[in-house]
């Protein structure tokens, strides 16, 4: 991706969370990035270009985060507790990538292509947390009885929270964060009374 190109798609991806994407206009990504909006159009045709291009943006730095939020974890159990705790951060708490995956999310409703991008993402997710979860649970740091559905479980409860913060913001307010983190943990062990490390660094935010 040319320098241009890729200070066009963070643009419009900030612009994107910020304000929502139908509040956006090919003029206000141009106008943001301090360029012509001819310059604009010469890198992307459509504002639907522009979309996908910020959906695979925000999937590169997610993927880059997350691994480097995991290869700082000392044991499987810390790994896996540091993924749901940047997930939170990343995916609830931050309203601009929450307001931008949600409408993504909506596109891909009726649209094959959004569609196959955010499902591409959301597989990614899955196996990555998966993963973790399995080494945690192998390597006999915790207590999951049938790893493949509560993972599928905890990604259906994050995925409701982010949708029901729509009409009830509080549900995720930061001072319940590591309420938070430690009720998705919960979805993975619910015979396990162990809480969360307190003593482990906190994730980072996902930084676009």
């Not at 951060?89 to 931008?100: I, T």
């Not at 993963?131 to 999951?144: D, F, N, P, S, V």
């Not at 790893?147 to 995720?172: H, N």
């Amino acid at each position: 991706m040319t320098d241009r190109r890729q200070v066009l798609v963070s643009t419009a991806l900030q612009l994107f969370g910020e304000h929502g994407i139908d509040r956006v206009s090919m003029d206000d990504i141009a106008r943001g990035a301090g360029v012509t909006k001819g310059s604009l159009y010469w890198h992307f045709d459509t504002k639907r270009e522009v979309i996908l291009a910020a959906a695979t943006l925000y999937y590169e730095v997610w993927r880059a985060s997350m691994k480097e939020v995991i290869d700082h974890s000392p044991t499987p159990r810390d790994a896996l507790e540091a993924a749901i705790e940047y997930s939170v951060r990343s995916c609830l708490l931050d309203r601009s990538n929450r307001v931008f995956t949600t409408e993504l999310s909506t596109l891909s409703l009726h649209d094959d292509e959004f569609r196959a991008s955010w499902a591409g993402f959301f597989d990614e997710a899955l196996r990555l947390v998966l993963g973790l979860t399995h080494r945690a649970a192998g390597a006999g740091q915790i207590e999951c009885d049938d790893v493949d559905t509560r993972v599928d479980l905890m990604l259906a409860a994050m995925e409701g929270l982010k949708q029901t913060s729509q009409f009830s913001p509080a549900i995720i307010s930061r001072d319940r964060e590591e309420r938070l983190c430690q009720q998705l943990f919960d979805q993975l062990c619910p015979t396990e009374a162990a809480t969360l490390n307190p003593g482990r660094t906190k994730a980072p935010r996902l930084q676009l």
